[in-house]
């Protein structure tokens, strides 16, 4: 991406989870899409993973679907790329800035991301700013009790809104989780409904509703009036209507006309081009620039 936010290339492939191995495959690609793109090198490097994130360090403390902990990926990836800058954050955090880049006529202001793919995660714009803290994931809406004494969710509590969309996908899945986990499972169940299964379109709608609930108690906590959802499940239009539905019946009277949701802009890209949105957000800022005039004069201690 350029600094207008033009897609010059893009490139995806399906990495190790051994780290090494993760870092010289993705440095190739990297190099090979500058390439594709007639670019010699990179301003920067956006790196964008679903999980525990120490941003200011650029470790992955824990991912969620990779068996990673403390992994230092971020000044890794950065020595392999010859010192290119390497910026981390957290795959739904970079969703949604990556709408708050894009959006028409400049910020949105506010924005909520609600990001349903291999967990339930959730990235939130207030004022302009995204929400972030020091070490952690996105805002965490997967784990936002919905049902207390539910079903036991994957951080070791019960109820949370992650482990009550599990639970309806797994009561579709007749074998294990398949390879492709809780992504394919959204993809199969919203396919079964589209191809006329009652229970799956009825566990679409659970899903939605729950959703909903979860949306509409950040809306009622923090006044956020936009909301983009990414979701294999929004195959089925009806996913979009009951979230829809559900968000403006639960959030306070008077206030649902003023919340609006829709469909993500890319889909399972957001993430990517959230991370290529943030390096050009922070080589356009002025302390990047003052940084950088500082660094070119020599005038550093
Ligand atoms: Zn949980």
Avoid at 243 to 256: A, D, K, M, N, T
Wanted: glycine share 12%.
């Amino acid at each position: 991406m350029d600094l207008t936010g033009d897609i010059l290339a893009e490139a995806e492939r399906t990495g190790s989870e051994d780290v090494d191995q993760c870092i010289r495959q993705t440095t190739e690609l990297i190099w090979q899409t500058c390439r594709d793109a007639g670019v010699e090198r990179p301003l920067g490097v956006g790196l964008c993973l679903p999980g525990v994130i120490d941003r200011a360090e650029g470790v992955v403390k824990k991912a969620v679907h990779l068996s990673w902990r403390d992994v230092p990926i971020a000044p890794k990836l950065r020595e392999s790329l010859q010192g290119i800058p390497v910026v981390l954050e957290n795959a739904s955090n970079c969703a949604a800035f990556a709408e708050e880049w894009y959006a028409g006529g400049g910020s949105v202001g506010d924005l909520l991301y609600l990001r349903i793919s291999h967990a339930v995660g959730s990235g939130l714009i207030l004022g302009g700013r995204l929400l972030t803290r020091t070490v952690a994931g996105g805002t965490e809406i997967g784990h936002m009790v919905i049902e207390p004494g539910g079903p036991i969710c994957r951080c070791g509590r019960r109820g949370c809104l992650e482990a009550l969309v599990s639970e309806l996908l797994a009561e579709g899945a007749r074998d294990a989780l398949p390879q492709g986990g809780v992504v394919e499972l959204q993809e199969r169940t919203a396919r079964a409904a589209a191809e006329g299964d009652k229970d799956a379109l009825e566990r679409v709608i659970g899903i939605a509703r729950y959703c909903g609930t979860a949306v509409a108690n950040v809306v009622n906590l923090t006044g956020v009036r936009h909301v983009v959802v990414e979701s294999p499940l929004l195959m089925i239009d009806a996913f979009l209507d009951v979230v829809r539905h559900s968000v403006q019946s639960e959030v306070l009277p008077g206030e649902g006309d003023a919340v609006h949701v829709r469909a993500s802009r890319w889909g399972g890209r957001s993430p990517a081009i959230g991370g290529a949105c943030l390096v050009a957000y922070q080589s356009l800022s002025p302390e990047h620039v003052f940084e950088s005039v500082v660094e070119l004069k020599g005038l550093g201690a």
